[in-house]
T-cell receptor, first 112, second 115 residues
């Protein structure tokens, strides 16, 4: 079945770049997402990429998609302490009703 | 501002009672909404797909009679946890897909504690 995997923990220094990686198994994935979750809160959609794209940039965020290797990454430039949170990678299919499969989440810890 | 609203954000109930959680799409109509459950420090588990005007589609292992879903309008879906037990305590989150785009928005979640 479908599966999405992420490393569980990442620690960086403030000002450095963070790269969070994700792999997925379903080659028919249509959309791939990155969400941010702070403690006790819901999920904030950071960005998403359509499967026919290789890269998407939005301010400090850069998403890279290697469809051949089924690898997705999120790069956060100039990481700030406010970026400390859990980041979830997710994939969805359309058609398929946007049923979304999530990774386990990567906890990003930013050291001042 | 928020695109998806959930209510209540926190609820504490006694074992054996039923609890209703609402999910509203504020900015657009949604024929489909999704309900997830999240255990502490874990990922989200899709429970069911809520379909406006028809029965919800439940994921394998999710009890239909335990988790009642009603999608009565294009902007509102409700999840009712019936005869709640302590093991039902969890964080329940809904999501809404914005038609015509790949955007999938989530509510702020509802934390249920069953005593």
């Amino acid at each position: 079945g479908e599966d999405v995997e992420q490393s569980l923990f990442l620690s960086v220094r403030e000002g450095d770049s963070s790269v969070i990686n994700c792999t997925y198994t379903d080659s028919s994935s249509t959309y791939l997402y990155w969400y941010k979750q702070e403690p006790g809160a819901g999920l904030q959609l950071l960005t998403y990429i359509f499967s026919n794209m290789d890269m998407k940039q939005d301010q400090r965020l850069t998403v890279l998609l290697n469809k051949k290797d089924k690898h997705l990454s999120l790069r956060i430039a100039d990481t700030q302490t406010g970026d400390s949170a859990i980041y979830f990678c997710a994939e969805a299919q359309n058609p398929g009703g946007f049923k979304t499969i999530f990774g386990a989440g990567t906890r990003l810890f930013v050291k001042a | 501002g928020a695109v998806v609203s959930q209510h209540p954000s926190r609820v504490i109930c006694k074992s054996g009672t039923s609890v209703k959680i609402e999910c509203r799409s504020l900015d657009f109509q949604a024929t489909t909404m999704f309900w997830y459950r999240q255990f502490p420090k874990q990922s989200l588990m899709l429970m069911a797909t809520s379909n406006e005007g028809s029965k919800a589609t439940y994921e394998q292992g999710v009890e239909k009679d335990k988790f009642l879903i009603n999608h009565a309008s294009l902007t509102l879906s409700t999840l009712t946890v019936t005869s709640a037990h302590p093991e039902d305590s969890s964080f329940y989150i809904c999501s809404v897909h914005k038609g015509g785009s790949g955007e999938l928005f989530f509510g702020e979640g509802s934390r249920l504690t069953v005593l």
